[in-house]
């Protein structure tokens, strides 16, 4: 099984356990990458490469295509937490930029939190950050998001850039990191978050996030 890191034989043995187990898609075949079949694995809508929004760019490794946008879903809203693996992996099979220090993960508010009982950008930042083996830095929190129905393009630009505060104390601790969100649209959420970063004083923020929507 791909994982750099599974060396010890605990982790081989599980990989072994788990090779035996149906895919998690299909369930037809066995697990082979990050519990899913080869040809599922195969079949995500791949992109492995940057794209850019709001002039940032952003490494992803899929489209947000059948069947990952229903994958993505399901985990979301549905608490369909068997996906991470998967999810994670997806990210982890991408190059990763070096000596990231630090792996930021989009915030939610506290009202998204308690509604869906989990961050799932937190999730999977923590899977990559064992990965990489770095510490995951949250130093921004995001306010209550507003519906953004009516406002101009500059408008909403602005209220969004308002709902992500620096948490204090506002020092920065590191100086390259890594902003991990799930799907970006837009990208109006990783301008801000990326703007705040700045302002902390990070000088190098890269972007990953598992899937890019078209706009
Ligand atoms: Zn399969």
Redesign the pocket.
């Known amino acids: 099984m791909y994982n750099p890191k599974s060396n010890s034989i605990l982790q081989q043995l599980t990989g072994l356990f788990r090779s035996f187990q149906p ?1 998690q ?2 369930h ?2 066995t697990q082979h990458w990050h519990q ?2 080869e ?2 694995w195969k079949s995500l809508p791949w992109q492995r490469q940057t794209i850019k929004r709001q002039g940032l760019q952003i490494m992803t490794p899929c489209r947000y295509d059948y069947p990952l946008d229903r994958i993505i879903q399901q985990y979301k809203y549905q608490q369909q937490l068997q996906f991470q693996p998967l999810l994670s992996g997806l990210l982890c099979s991408l190059k990763q930029p070096k000596k990231v220090q630090a792996i930021v993960p989009m915030p939610i508010s506290t009202e998204r939190l308690e509604e869906r009982g989990f961050n799932q950008s937190l999730l999977i930042a923590q899977d990559l950050a064992k990965h990489l083996d770095v510490p995951i830095w949250q130093p921004v929190t995001r306010l209550k998001q507003r519906a953004q129905k009516g406002l101009s393009r500059l408008e909403r630009m602005s209220d969004i850039q308002q709902q992500f505060q620096l948490t204090p104390p506002n020092a920065v601790r590191y100086r390259n990191v890594l902003i991990v969100d799930d799907v970006v649209t837009t990208g109006s959420s990783i301008q801000a978050l990326h703007n705040c970063l700045i302002e902390l004083g990070c000088q190098q923020v890269h972007v990953t996030c598992l899937a890019v929507a078209e706009i």
């Open positions: 895919c898609l299909c037809a075949d899913v079949c040809d599922c």
